[in-house]
């Protein structure tokens, strides 16, 4: 699903049935939404100018204390923010063993795409090899093992308190597809950007964790005023 795919070019995209060529023009908001959804192609400036914010990012997130801290911190949250009643430190450890032993309930958390909502050190991870072989011609070769086996040791940190929240929806009656979208909502989705975000949050690093870590704790405290003064003053 690409803008090139759907031939998409002034809110009219062209499709084909039957051998004939259609083109239907969508509503503005439609085709925003349709563009968001192809990746993202950064041009050559952007790309130079994303390099200190990406090695400041990978710098801070392979640090072997960080997942530490973001477990507790995203336990929290999740406690916070739970649609079926996570419990503190409980479904926090459920989650971290699950994605250890790789069992029946971490294959379906990460079938039903609740695993990528995280993976946001990953993803940059494979933009600065991108980046390495667009501007040198080569891969990273050897250089970037090291950080992909720390990438490695944090993620069962990072996919705990979300997969223990699938478990925990799953456990209460929830399909696999509602268990996942709880799970992505539970802590900061950092695949949720705005359509023009990409580039500036390439260059910023963490603009957008922090832009959807404070939207999505407005909509949980008007959502749920109670809980949330209960928990921040506990």
Same mark, same amino acid.
């Given at each position: 699903l690409s803008?090139?795919?759907?031939?998409?070019?002034?809110?009219?995209? %062209?499709? @084909? =049935?039957?051998?004939? =060529?259609?083109?239907? /023009?969508?509503?503005?908001?439609?085709? *925003?939404?349709?563009?968001?959804?192809?990746?993202? +192609? *950064?041009?050559?400036?952007?790309?130079?100018?994303?390099?200190?914010? /990406?090695?400041? =990012?990978?710098?801070?997130?392979?640090?072997?204390? &960080?997942?530490? @801290?973001?477990?507790? =911190?995203?336990? &929290?949250?999740?406690?916070? +923010?739970? +649609?079926? #009643? &996570?419990?503190?430190?409980?479904? %926090?450890?459920?989650?971290?063993?699950?994605?250890?032993?790789? $069992?029946?309930? &971490?294959?379906?958390?990460? *079938?039903? #795409? *609740?695993?990528?909502?995280?993976?946001?050190?990953?993803?940059? #991870?494979? $933009?600065?090899g991108e980046a390495v072989k667009r501007i040198t011609g080569r891969g990273p070769g050897r250089l970037l093992q090291p950080l992909q086996a720390l990438k490695a040791f944090g993620r069962p940190f990072e996919e705990a308190a979300r997969l223990g929240e699938f478990m925990r929806a799953r456990e209460k009656g929830a399909t696999a597809f509602e268990a996942g979208l709880a799970a992505k909502q539970v802590t900061t989705d950092f695949q949720q950007i705005g359509a023009n975000m990409q580039a500036m949050s390439m260059m910023t690093a963490f603009l957008n964790p922090a832009i959807q870590s404070l939207s999505q704790m407005v909509r949980v405290t008007k959502a749920h005023p109670a809980r949330v003064i209960a928990l921040g003053l506990g």
């Open positions: 803008e090139r795919g759907l031939g998409l070019a002034d809110d009219v995209i %062209s499709v @084909w =049935r039957n051998g004939q =060529r259609e083109q239907w /023009r969508v509503a503005p908001e439609l085709s *925003a939404s349709l563009r968001s959804m192809s990746p993202y +192609q *950064a041009n050559l400036f952007v790309s130079l100018m994303a390099w200190p914010a /990406r090695g400041l =990012r990978t710098g801070i997130t392979v640090a072997p204390r &960080f997942p530490i @801290w973001n477990l507790i =911190r995203d336990s &929290f949250d999740a406690t916070i +923010q739970s +649609q079926y #009643g &996570f419990r503190l430190g409980i479904d %926090s450890f459920r989650g971290f063993v699950e994605s250890l032993r790789k $069992g029946p309930r &971490f294959r379906e958390f990460r *079938a039903s #795409g *609740a695993g990528f909502a995280g993976e946001f050190f990953s993803q940059r #991870g494979r $933009g600065l």
